[in-house]
């Protein structure tokens, strides 16, 4: 009986492959992940998802709505700088301040609701 002939492949060998491929993925952009840019216009915002601490993002004046974000323990908070990215607390996002918000879910609302994975100031 003839068969296709398999190499059989250590799972060390596995293992370094797949570290090499997720080390190449850095936190700065999750993929798949939905983002917002624009500015913190309010802050300590209670809204039905949840309690404060939150942030509320629009992108622009015009912007009628925006998107109030909870900002929870497991939130990733940090500053953009000229050699990467460093660490940031709750409060540094103070009103006025340029950020980029990542979330994977985004209640469709006025405004917007949801639970922030990243929040990077720019």
């Not at 460093?86 to 979330?103: D, F, G, I, N, P």
Request: net charge positive; aromatic share 6%.
């Amino acid at each position: 009986m003839k068969g296709l002939m398999v190499r059989p492949i250590s799972y060390a060998f596995l293992l370094l492959g797949l570290s090499v491929v997720t080390a190449c993925k850095f936190a700065s952009e999750p993929d798949g992940d939905w983002f917002i840019s624009g500015s913190v216009v309010a802050r300590e915002i209670p809204i039905s998802i949840g309690r404060p601490p939150s942030i509320h993002v629009k992108q622009d004046a015009a912007d009628a709505c925006g998107i109030i974000f909870l900002v929870r323990p497991s939130t990733e908070i940090r500053r953009r700088t000229n050699s990467g990215a460093v660490r940031a607390t709750y409060a540094e996002l103070v009103l006025a301040t340029k950020v980029r918000v990542w979330a994977r879910l985004v209640l469709e609302s006025c405004p917007g609701q949801s639970s922030a994975e990243i929040v990077e100031i720019q």
